[in-house]
């Protein structure tokens, strides 16, 4: 049925063309959002935040945080990058955002519809992977990469609300959500509940337990130069938390992979996890207004062992105590200090610059 709904927009966006009526041009796009959204789009880095994106579920979200979440997409992510799924079982939500030239398809609203979403997204997804192996690639970033002209957006489905949405959905959704960031297909699910009161059977170990905030750092993260100079000012004022995710997120601008922020309570004292040229990373993030001492050396090369990981590293806004920086150069600990978290953000990649420890 979504099937035919999709093709039913196709054929009318292909009868607008011949009829003379054309796309709309980014200019058009940037005069679109701006007029009914007020949204200021920047397209610097078109796309380039939904590399991190995972199937994520929000429980007990306002209505308000969901339309910030959808405008924040609006507005880092063109058509070309991103199309979007919209189903809202209130009917009125999200119906402000029928005409925007980001979604797929009008915004769903009948329950009857629901089903076929999940089958139309689980055979796009079989469709991709053909084209991967037909082009002898691995994921979409490769595919876009080597098919300049003829890419892949990655496909966004926000939910107004999960408990319902689950109701009606028969196809099973573990394989599709195993394989979102090889294809490039997410689902978000907002609820007005609360987790417990959500029956999310298996699927529950794959969806990623997240706020509105949360994803609106992910999703905006440095995408714009004056985002990125705010953050680089600002993170001395970060909580903890936020600070873990900052120092996640300037990894992966240096070309670190795998990059996993880690649970908190039960982390053994690491907060990150990542991999670089074959070598894995256990990190700990200290967001201190003081000089780091050498606990958190003892705690970093402890949770190095505990995650089986190469090397251990402290990373911070601060720098070490003289007692913390003899510790680590005899443990082989790696210090990441105010300098060198300047650099890292400041050139987009890490120079070459001498550890405390004299590597």
């Excluded at 007005?192 to 969806?207: A, N």
């Excluded at 100079?229 to 938390?241: I, K, L, P």
């Amino acid at each position: 049925m979504f099937t035919q709904y999709i093709e039913e927009c196709e054929e009318c966006q292909s009868t607008q063309k011949e009829s003379g009526i054309e796309e709309l041009s980014p200019v058009d796009v940037a005069w679109c959002l701006k007029d009914r959204f007020n949204i200021d789009i920047e397209y610097l880095n078109d796309g380039k935040a939904l590399k991190n994106l995972r199937n994520i579920i929000i429980p007990s979200e306002t209505d308000e945080k969901q339309i910030e979440i959808i405008n924040i997409l609006l507005k880092f992510n063109s058509p070309k990058t991103m199309n979007l799924i919209l189903i809202d079982d209130s009917v009125i939500n999200y119906s402000i955002y029928n005409g925007v030239p980001q979604l797929l398809s009008p915004v769903i609203t009948d329950k009857n519809k629901i089903d076929s979403i999940a089958d139309w997204c689980y055979a796009e997804m079989r469709e991709r992977i053909n084209k991967f192996i037909d082009n002898r690639v691995k994921n979409i970033d490769s595919f876009n990469k080597k098919t300049a002209e003829n890419t892949l957006p990655r496909i966004i489905c926000i939910v107004n609300e999960a408990n319902e949405f689950l109701k009606y959905i028969s196809t099973p959704l573990e394989r599709l959500f195993m394989n979102s960031n090889m294809v490039g297909i997410y689902f978000i699910l907002f609820s007005r509940f609360s987790l417990k009161s959500l029956s999310l059977g298996i699927i529950g170990e794959l969806l990623e337990v997240s706020t509105a905030d949360k994803l609106k750092i992910l999703l905006s993260k440095n995408e714009s130069a004056n985002y990125k100079q705010s953050m680089t000012r600002n993170f001395d004022d970060m909580g903890g938390h936020q600070f873990e995710h900052f120092c996640a997120d300037i990894l992966r601008k240096n070309g670190f992979e795998n990059v996993e922020v880690t649970q908190g309570s039960g982390d053994h004292g690491i907060d990150i996890l990542a991999e670089k040229d074959d070598i894995t990373y256990a990190i700990q993030c200290k967001r201190y207004d003081k000089p780091i001492g050498n606990d958190a050396v003892q705690q970093a090369i402890a949770g190095k062992g505990f995650y089986h990981r190469d090397i251990a590293v402290v990373m911070t806004n601060r720098n070490f105590t003289p007692q913390a920086i003899e510790e680590a150069k005899a443990l082989g600990v790696k210090l990441w200090d105010r300098d060198r978290l300047n650099k890292m953000i400041g050139r987009g990649k890490i120079v070459p610059v001498q550890d405390k420890d004299g590597d």
